[in-house]
């Protein structure tokens, strides 16, 4: 059996196509983190509300465990509403934290009626709060002011 020579193509001439770099954004400092949204007020209200929650057991008498559920629960409320500013999705973890901290007060019990009535108030303000979406208020008008221009 005889077998075929193999078949050599002439060489083809290479082509090369110039093209200009790509055009690269400005680089930021940090790339990961979004800007803050300081228009969100409502993230300001849960992080006043979670210092007055961890501060309220110094001010009058709490039982421990109130004294502990404030202490752990409020600065998680107030770390949590921070980075909300630049997360918003992370403001259901106040959610969270504010049903905790609501039904952990009817379960709990205390030194004084006015703990009591301050952490359910305070888990309502947290609560609401923490379902309402940033920029309402002022700052979410149609030109950033709150006012609507005048023609």
């Known amino acids: ?21 790509p055009e690269l954004p400005p680089p930021r400092r940090f ?29 009058w008498q709490h039982t421990p465990t109130s004294d502990a559920n404030s202490w752990i629960v409020g600065p998680l409320i107030v770390i ?15 959610t969270a934290l504010a049903v905790w901290l609501f039904f952990s007060t009817l379960v709990f019990a205390h030194a004084a009626p006015r703990t009591l009535w301050n952490n359910l108030i305070v888990a309502l303000i947290v609560f609401v709060a923490s379902l309402m979406p940033e920029g309402l208020g002022a700052s979410s008008g149609p030109n950033g002011t709150g006012r609507i221009p005048m023609p």
């Open 80 to 94: 949590v509403a921070i980075v909300a500013l630049y997360v918003p999705q992370v403001r259901w973890i106040n």
């Open 1 to 21: 059996m005889a077998t075929d020579p193999p078949i050599t193509l002439p060489p083809s001439p290479r082509r090369t196509i110039e093209l200009p770099p």
């Open 31 to 59: 790339a990961f983190i979004p800007p803050p949204r300081w228009n969100a007020w409502v993230r300001w209200v849960n992080v006043v509300a979670g210092a007055w929650l961890f501060i309220s057991p110094f001010l």
